[in-house]
């Protein structure tokens, strides 16, 4: 038997995913032949020139090759020397065997004392499972939640297309509640009450509320009373929470601050709303994307839940051992008096600035350019601007266009939900500056053509 499109299920082919569309094809295929490409399509930290952190690389290089540890010579420090030697005494078989299904249980509990350090509140390890990234775990607690073609999951627009492709392929019903972009993509209760509303009239069974936060791809950073009205409105509609939070260190202005939805469900002693919240080290400080690392830690979750998650991470049999050894390193940094302390502190304080800076270039750059409307990048990676076009243009035609005529690979907002009748484009803001100055004289260039 020859496999045709047609023996393909219909969930699978309607599955989208713009990050990785058809633009991003056509950018790889001209960079084959030749075009200088410029990536702004994804957060891809690294590739677009972010420095590993020397602490997770001379730790990784140990325990995957600990034969190091005997033939040191002054090259690494000794706190380095040691946390490899403390992981490979608490993997016992190396990071080639398996794990538990939930992850590396030393691992898991350095998540609960992560988020006890950063909430002040209690965290049991045994609701913390490891993932391959967020986006598995994601994955993972979308596949429980929708047992039907009528249950709904309740998504912010724009959203991360990770959630509409998964809730398709899962073949559940995406309900979208809008972000406001004129308050900088801030959330309302009216807005979210309607978005129930509708989908219930519909037949839609809602079962959650995803949140982003600080957002992708708006750069919104949520504050305290947000979250709280998010929780209120889960809890009076019955609803379970999908709290995506991997951006947690990418905040840029002083007035913002993160705040995680665990530390809100505790401090109000909250315990009828189930609460699941991602973390990775693909993102903010660290960037490892490659090495897929995540953890989930689920609240108000029942044993019996927590079991069938369990079994599920146990079909893939367990989460990646590096991975998991990098979201470990993530959540225990070099302290004060450690050999490596001050090289950690000098780096992440490089990346952050350096973040902070291209956050503010990118954002204050395309408000300049007429056609344009960028809001604060306040968090994050990305902006989200708002871009005018000519008739019967769309968003889809000018990143194209934008791409064959510039080199400079966006993604069309299209990909990302956006009220109707406007346009929008998400780029990253992780390009080098003398990059990103460049890409926005560019994009000005572009805008004034496209225009006339």
């Known amino acids: ?102 992850g590396l249980c030393f691992i898991r509990e350095a998540m609960a004392n992560f988020i006890e350090r950063r909430d002040d509140i209690k965290a049991d390890p045994e609701t913390i499972f490891m993932t391959d990234g967020a986006s598995k775990g994601v994955q993972a607690i979308l596949r429980i939640l929708i047992s039907s073609d009528h249950d709904g999951i309740m998504v912010p627009i724009p959203q991360y297309p990770l959630y509409s492709a998964t809730i398709t392929m899962y073949e559940g019903r995406r309900s979208d509640y809008f972000l406001d972009e004129n308050t900088g993509w801030k959330l309302t209760l009216d807005q979210l009450e309607q978005a129930y509303q509708k989908a219930c009239s519909e037949g839609t069974r809602v079962r959650a509320i995803v949140v982003i936060n600080p957002g992708n791809p708006t750069g919104a ?133 350096s973040l902070r800076l291209k956050a503010n270039m990118v954002a204050d750059g395309l408000n300049q350019i007429p056609g344009i409307s960028c809001q604060p990048v306040a968090g994050a990676m990305y902006a989200f601007p708002k871009i005018t076009l000519p008739p019967r243009m769309t968003d889809d035609d000018y990143c194209m266009r934008l791409l064959e005529e510039t080199g400079i690979c966006v993604v069309p907002g299209s990909g990302f939900g956006q009220v109707p009748g406007t346009f929008h484009f998400r780029m990253t803001i992780l390009p080098p500056i003398d990059k990103i100055e460049a890409v926005i004289k560019t994009f000005g260039q572009f805008q004034r053509k496209i225009m006339a």
């Open 221 to 353: 950073v949520l504050d305290e009373n947000n979250i709280g009205i998010v929780i209120g409105f889960a809890r009076k509609h019955h609803l379970a929470i999908l709290a995506d939070e991997v951006y947690q260190d990418n905040i840029y202005r002083a007035s913002d601050a993160f705040v995680s939805f665990a530390k809100i469900l505790e401090k109000n002693h909250i315990k009828d709303v189930s609460l699941f919240s991602f973390h990775s080290c693909s993102k903010g400080l660290l960037g490892e994307c490659g090495l897929r690392g995540g953890y989930v830690e689920c609240r108000n979750v029942t044993d019996d839940v927590l079991s069938e998650i369990t079994k599920l991470q146990s079909i893939a049999l367990c989460a990646n051992t590096i991975g998991q050894v990098a979201t470990f390193l993530m959540v225990t940094p070099p302290q004060p008096g450690d050999p490596s302390f001050d090289c950690y502190t000098q780096e992440r304080t490089a990346v952050l600035e």
């Open 1 to 102: 038997m020859v496999v045709k499109l047609e023996d393909i299920g219909k969930s699978v082919r309607e599955t989208q995913y713009a990050v990785r569309g058809p633009i991003v094809v056509r950018a790889a295929a001209l960079e084959q032949k030749g075009r200088e490409i410029i990536y702004c399509n994804i957060g891809n930290p690294h590739s677009l020139g972010q420095k590993p952190l020397t602490w997770i690389r001379q730790v990784l290089a140990l325990v995957n090759y600990p034969e190091l540890l005997e033939a040191n010579k002054g090259l690494f420090p000794t706190d380095v020397l040691a946390m490899a030697r403390l992981i490979l005494q608490q993997t016992k078989h190396g990071l080639g065997a398996y794990t538990e299904s939930k």
